[in-house]
């Protein structure tokens, strides 16, 4: 079993920055990927951005240039650092853990408010 705990949200103004930061812990084979997805009212959940265990990432359209995503394999731990902050970037944001034997884990969010 894995669990996830995510931390780092708050409220902030636009153009201001967050570090998300997510440690998993439990069964986690070294065949994983991790990433941040975000969901805002009336909204499906969306992929921010991952990484896989070698360090490769992929990122949203929204976020490129503005989000890094990164790890520590040591920690598992998951970081979003997060730059010139919008008002659209306001949402919940989800940590996630994907493990080839196990599937998806989630944490249980974390409210981002980007807002003046």
């Known amino acids: 079993q894995v669990q996830l705990v995510e931390s780092g949200g708050g409220l902030v103004q636009p153009g201001g920055s967050l570090r998300l930061s997510c440690a998993a812990s439990?069964?986690?084979?070294?065949?994983?990927?991790m990433g941040w997805y975000r969901q805002a009212p009336g909204n499906k959940r969306e992929l921010v951005a991952g990484?896989?265990?070698?360090?490769?990432?992929n990122y949203a359209d929204s976020a490129k240039g503005r989000f890094t995503i990164s790890r520590d394999n040591a920690k598992n731990t998951v970081y979003l650092q997060m730059n010139s902050l919008r008002p659209e970037d306001t949402a919940v944001y989800y940590c996630?853990?994907?493990?080839?034997?196990?599937?998806?884990?989630w944490g249980q969010g974390t409210q981002v408010t980007v807002s003046s």
């Open positions: 996630n853990l994907w493990v080839l034997s196990t599937g998806d884990a």
């Open positions: 439990g069964s986690i084979s070294s065949v994983n990927r």
């Open positions: 990484i896989s265990r070698s360090g490769r990432t």
